[in-house]
Structure formats: structure tokens, C-alpha cells
């Protein structure tokens, strides 16, 4: 497969630093506890990690207000440990993609600082700035996605700032040809370490309307987010002047050798919107696909919503899938209701379709939210809407390593930043002796995906099958089937045999024309000899 770029073969592992490994006994995940489990991610078999950020914050939304863009977090390590990881990773063939944050900054970095101490500072246009209403109110009705007006009045320069999310998060204005130069800057010199790319964070929307116009109230026919919302947010996210920038970093990224890769957080809920993300072939490498990820847990959402993908990026653009993210439920409990059978499924899916698969850490072991009191929130989303549920924290704790006290996360003695889940019910170390485990299933799976060129490079094509299941066909003579039903299924014109199934005793089953598959089983399977 010569020639072919890594990141279309290769499986992206999500990793949130704070909760994969602590070496130092904080309580607190770090660069050094990441090096020490390299060995466990190679033996996994993927081939890059992503990193949530790992620069410098004062954590008002944990990593994602940055304060020094090329330092790294003084919790997390230095400078040299993040170059260490990325030789250390290196090594094993593994490599580092790590999270920007262009939108907004914290307003603890210098160039916040110095924009809101006149209105004459340097930097005083590098963020958005609008005079007050004639009433004395903001510039005009936009909402903060975590809540809230999307402005907040800087008493001291008589100006209203814009934030997108938390006021702790000033957007910047990229309208101003030095915001753009700044951010060159930043990516060459996290590229010119050996990052093998970015994750960009709202790569949808970081341009705003120059005019600041008021966005128009959401409608009954809107996603429940709008809803929520109140208005559509058309005027503070997704303008088409953002193809500009994303343009001008693809062009970036194409210097480097090997190219470097843009993996856009591209939060937007219709299929059509997210593959505009990729350009012509000029813009981002891959865009996530949020519509997969609220899709319900049903055979004919998921296949319509891979159907449209498909069509809308066609053969030349590459699709890209998750299921968990640090953001949203965990798979496990969100599709899977804590059920492995459905996990499982989940998986299969995942690194079977056509496109990268991006798989959350702990997933392979079939991790679910851990409950999290009121007195143990991190998440600013979860404080301030307690008791409702729309924290994040319950899918970012710690990885189980063990079923020791601190789970092999941190030493028994040490307090973790966020509490850990049942160690005892699932960790890394049970599961890796357990050949029937969900992470002996997902890392032969992996090992599937590798030997197997359909797996890789395979055009994706739906099959007919019973309602409740989903097949599909990759390249020349490999089948995967998933059943999404409390039924047992029968799919015919499946000829060859199982290569792998979500029940492993039936690896290896011979197939006489017709698959069957009981309640929440699934399998790929080959027509080649077996
Ligand atoms: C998306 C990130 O994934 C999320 O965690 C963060 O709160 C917002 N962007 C704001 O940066």
C-alpha cells in the first residue's frame, strides 16, 4: 500500500491527558504516565494518538482556554516530555496529533490582557469588540453555547467582548491578519516538533459576521440543540469566510513533510454542512462527523446517516467516525446502555466502515459514564447547570488499570482529580488475560482491520437485509452484519465464513449462504476461504 497517507488506514486513539496515567501521585494524568503506557497502545495496535490539550490553562474549561499556546500545561509536564512523548511514540510507529484551540483563547493570555486595557492596545483587535445598545445592552442577541449571552460588558473600555462559551474564553477575531499570522506561527512550531497534526477545535466556527447581525430564532423544526439554544447560530459560527482559513492552513500543512493532518471539530448537524469542511480536497483532511455520533442506536439511523456520508464526500474525500468523545456520553452507556453485547456492535461498526476510526480511551475496554456527586464536579457546564445532567465530566474519568485502590490510575494513597469508575467490574489488566474480553475483541479487530486491504481501502456498499439489522460489503469479499434488535436475524447471501464475531466463539464459523445472527451479535465475515 505504497504511497497511501497513514491517517486513512490508521486508527486515531482519543486520549483526555488527565485521566489516562499519573506518574507523579497529583491525582492528575500527565505526559510521563501517557509515555509509560505506550507499550499498552502498541500492543492495542493503533497508529496515532490525540491528545485533548495539553498548553497552558488556567483549566476555567479545562484546556480549553489557553493561555500559552506553545507551552504545555505545568500539571501535565514540559516542553521536553511532550517531545520526549512524541519520540517515545515515534518509536513505536505511533503518532501525536494534538489539539488546537483557534476560537477563542483564555482571558488570562497576554494578548486578552493587553486587548481590554484601552481601546488603543496592539492587541485590542485581535478579539471582538462591540459598543453597548443604545439601552446599554449587548450588541446584539447572539447566545453562549454553554449558556447565556454570547457577550459580557468590559466595564474598564465601555466595550462588550465576545465568547462563544465561557467569558473566561474571549473569541478572536479572525478577521485581523495578525490573529492569522500568530496562529501560522503556532502550527509550525508544534509541527516543526514532529505533531503529526492538529485536532481543531470549532473548526466550524471561528469567523464571526462582520456586521454582528442578530441570529434568527430557532423553529420548531430545528434539532433539539437549536431548541435549546433559541436561535440558529448562522451568524456567529459557520461563515462561509472560514473556508478561507482553513485553506490557508491546509496550505500549511502541505509544506511539511510528511504533510501534516487537520482533523476539524466540525460541529454541525447535518451531513451536507460537515462535508463542505473538506473543500476541494484543500481543506480539512478529515471532519467529524457529529451526525453519527447523535444518531439513535438503530440499524436504519445509522445506515442512512453512512448512506449520506457517503454520497456527500464521495470517493475522493475520506470519512471519519467516532462514537465517544470527551464531550458526549460514553458509547457504553449511550447506545450500549451498559450492555456489551451492543458495545460491541458499536465497535465493529467503528473500525469497519469505510474512513478513520477515532476510538475514546477507555471504549476498548467498554468504559461507562461514571456517576459524578455534586461536590466532585470539574466541568464548568456541570456546576452551573446541576442537578441536570449536561456536564461532561462522567465520560472523562480516569482509566481502570487495575482492579487495585487508584486503579493502577494513581497510587492508592492519592486523591484522583475525578472519582474512578467500578475498577473491579472492568480494567486494562483482567481484560488483556481474558482472550473473550472487550478489549481482546477490539484489538484483534484492530489486527483484522490492519491485514485486511478491503478493511483499509474498500469502497463501502449497503447490502438489503431484515429490518433491525445493517449490512454492508468493503471492497471485493468481506461482509460485516450487525443485528440491532432483541431478534435473532437470518441475512442471506452471506457465503465463506466468520473472520470475527462480537460472540468469539463463532470465529471461524463456516457459512453455508446464509448468516445468522442472534439479538445484539455481530461479525465480519469473509467469502474468501477462511
Ligand atoms: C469543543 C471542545 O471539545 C469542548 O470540550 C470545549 O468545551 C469547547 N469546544 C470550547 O472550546
Known amino acids: 500500500m505504497a504511497g497511501r497517507e497513514w491517517w486513512r488506514d490508521g486508527v486515531i486513539y482519543q486520549i ?22 505506550l507499550d499498552y497502545l502498541g500492543w492495542l495496535g493503533i497508529d496515532a494518538i490525540w491528545l485533548t490539550p495539553i498548553t497552558v490553562s488556567p483549566d476555567a474549561d479545562m484546556g480549553y482556554d489557553v493561555s500559552d499556546y506553545c507551552g504545555v500545561q505545568p500539571v501535565f509536564g514540559d516542553l521536553e516530555r511532550a517531545e520526549t512523548l512524541i519520540a517515545e511514540a515515534d518509536r513505536r510507529g505511533i503518532k501525536i496529533v494534538l489539539d488546537i484551540v483557534p476560537n477563542h ?21 485581535w478579539y471582538v469588540w462591540a459598543d453597548p445598545r443604545s439601552d446599554g445592552g449587548p450588541p446584539n442577541n447572539w447566545v453562549s453555547q454553554f449558556g447565556g449571552p454570547a457577550w459580557t460588558l468590559d466595564e474598564r473600555t465601555g466595550q462588550y467582548y465576545l465568547h462563544n462559551f465561557l467569558p473566561e474564553q474571549p473569541d478572536l477575531n479572525w478577521w485581523s491578519p495578525d490573529v492569522r499570522d500568530a496562529f501560522d506561527g503556532i502550527y509550525r512550531f508544534w509541527f516543526d516538533r514532529g505533531v503529526a497534526g492538529f485536532r481543531i477545535d470549532v473548526a466550524h466556527g471561528i469567523v464571526k459576521d462582520r456586521e454582528l447581525r442578530d441570529n434568527p430564532p430557532a423553529t420548531a423544526d430545528d434539532t433539539p440543540w437549536l431548541q435549546r439554544l433559541g436561535q440558529r447560530p448562522i451568524y456567529n459560527t459557520e461563515r462561509p469566510e472560514v473556508h478561507d482559513v482553513l485553506r490557508r492552513w491546509r496550505a500549511l500543512a502541505d509544506t511539511y513533510q510528511p504533510p501534516r493532518i487537520l482533523l476539524g471539530e466540525t460541529y454541525v448537524l447535518d451531513v451536507r454542512s460537515m462535508g463542505r469542511f473538506y473543500g476541494q480536497g484543500d481543506e480539512l483532511h478529515l471532519a467529524f462527523n457529529f451526525t453519527y455520533v447523535h444518531a439513535p442506536f438503530q440499524a436504519p439511523a445509522l445506515a442512512e446517516v453512512v448512506a449520506e456520508s457517503e454520497l456527500v464526500l464521495g470517493d475522493h474525500n475520506w470519512p471519519v467516525w467516532t462514537v465517544s468523545n470527551h464531550d458526549v456520553s460514553r458509547v457504553m452507556t449511550r447506545w450500549g446502555g451498559g450492555d456489551e453485547r451492543k458495545l460491541r456492535c458499536a465497535l465493529l461498526s467503528l473500525l469497519t466502515l469505510r474512513g478513520t476510526p477515532v476510538l475514546y480511551y477507555g471504549d476498548e475496554i467498554g468504559m461507562p459514564d461514571t456517576p459524578i456527586g455534586k461536590d466532585a464536579l470539574q466541568d464548568p457546564l456541570g456546576k452551573r447547570y446541576w442537578p441536570q445532567p449536561r456536564g461532561r465530566d462522567p465520560e472523562r474519568t480516569p482509566m481502570p488499570w487495575r482492579n487495585t485502590s487508584g486503579a493502577g490510575f494513581t497510587d492508592a494513597g492519592a486523591r484522583p482529580w475525578l472519582p474512578i469508575g467500578d475498577a473491579a467490574v472492568r480494567n486494562v489488566e483482567d481484560q488483556r488475560r481474558d482472550p473473550a474480553s472487550t478489549l481482546c475483541f477490539t484489538r484483534d479487530l484492530i489486527a483484522l482491520r490492519r491485514e485486511t486491504g478491503d478493511l483499509q481501502e474498500g469502497p463501502y456498499r449497503q447490502l438489503p437485509s431484515p429490518a433491525d439489522a445493517w449490512v454492508w460489503q468493503r471492497g471485493r469479499s468481506t461482509i460485516v452484519a450487525v443485528n440491532l434488535s432483541d431478534r435473532q436475524v437470518r441475512i442471506p447471501e452471506v457465503a465463506g465464513g466468520i473472520k470475527l464475531a462480537t460472540a468469539r466463539s463463532r470465529d471461524g464459523e463456516r457459512l453455508t449462504g446464509t448468516l445468522t445472527l442472534g439479538p445484539w451479535e455481530g461479525a465480519v465475515c469473509s467469502s474468501e476461504s477462511i
Open 16 to 37: 483526555y491527558p488527565r485521566s489516562f496515567q499519573d506518574s507523579n501521585r497529583d491525582g492528575i494524568g500527565d505526559l510521563a504516565g501517557i509515555i509509560g503506557q
Open 105 to 125: 483563547t483564555s482571558d488570562r493570555h497576554p494578548w486578552f490582557i493587553d486587548a481590554r486595557a484601552s481601546r488603543r492596545a496592539r492587541h485590542r483587535d
